[in-house]
């Protein structure tokens, strides 16, 4: 339900619409990179919702030809348009095919909420694989533009979820850039008053920017 006059800090809408200083609007999300992770979470959702036996390399390219976007006038050349597309499909490629034989995870692109009164603030978490046994949980994030104060405010928004019994503490989160191929693991703050301040001061400069949250 839409609560009238609440603010609400989402990671991802912070992918779109962080802005602080000269510095961070250098770090913004181009438009193409918009159209390229909507493209990107597409397929990973697909291909999860498949059957063990009908994953393969072939269905990962079946399925970036059914939501790859080809509006080349979003990107900067139709160079640029072509290299985005080969470096999204190769690394597609390597990192679904490994988890192939993978069951299916325990979460899937989900959105968690959660109203923390300490901040007066509603926290969303975007949430892709969620991986979890009865005595561990893992946790992967694809991304496209990595903004390194996204990163942070996702680690924190996480942080203030498990303390709170919203999710439980994750043994691994991974952070894949499929448009470089990189991989990073984050670690969870553990001081859970830091995360509080850091959101905070978050929800500080948005509210001072002028960025619509509410909702």
């Given at each position: 339900m839409r609560m009238r006059d609440?603010?609400?800090?989402?990671?991802?809408?912070?992918?779109y619409a962080w802005f602080c200083c000269d510095q961070c609007s250098k770090v913004m999300r181009p438009e193409w990179a918009k159209v390229v992770q909507s493209t990107v979470n597409q397929v990973i959702q697909a291909y999860y919702r498949l059957p063990v036996e009908r994953r393969s390399g072939i269905r990962v390219l079946e399925l970036i030809g059914e939501y790859w976007k080809k509006d080349v006038g979003l990107?900067?050349?139709k160079f640029h348009y072509h290299e985005v597309l080969l470096k999204i499909t190769d690394h597609l490629l390597q990192y679904l095919s490994n988890d192939g034989s993978m069951s299916p995870p325990a979460l899937l692109f989900e959105e968690l909420n959660a109203f923390i009164k300490e901040l007066n603030l509603s926290l969303q978490l975007n949430l892709h694989v969620v991986q979890w046994t009865p005595t561990s949980v893992a946790i992967k994030k694809y991304i496209v533009f990595e903004n390194p104060y996204v990163l942070e405010a996702f680690k924190h928004i996480i942080s203030v979820f498990c303390h709170h019994g919203?999710?439980?503490f994750p043994e691994k989160i991974e952070i894949i850039n499929i448009l470089?191929?990189?991989?990073?693991?984050i670690e969870i703050e553990k001081d859970l008053q830091k995360s509080l301040?850091?959101?905070?001061?978050?929800?500080?400069v948005v509210q001072k920017n002028g960025l619509s949250l509410l909702v």
């Open positions: 609440v603010f609400v800090l989402s990671d991802e809408d912070m992918s990107f900067e050349s919203v999710l439980s470089d191929g990189t991989k990073k693991e301040d850091y959101l905070f001061l978050s929800k500080e």
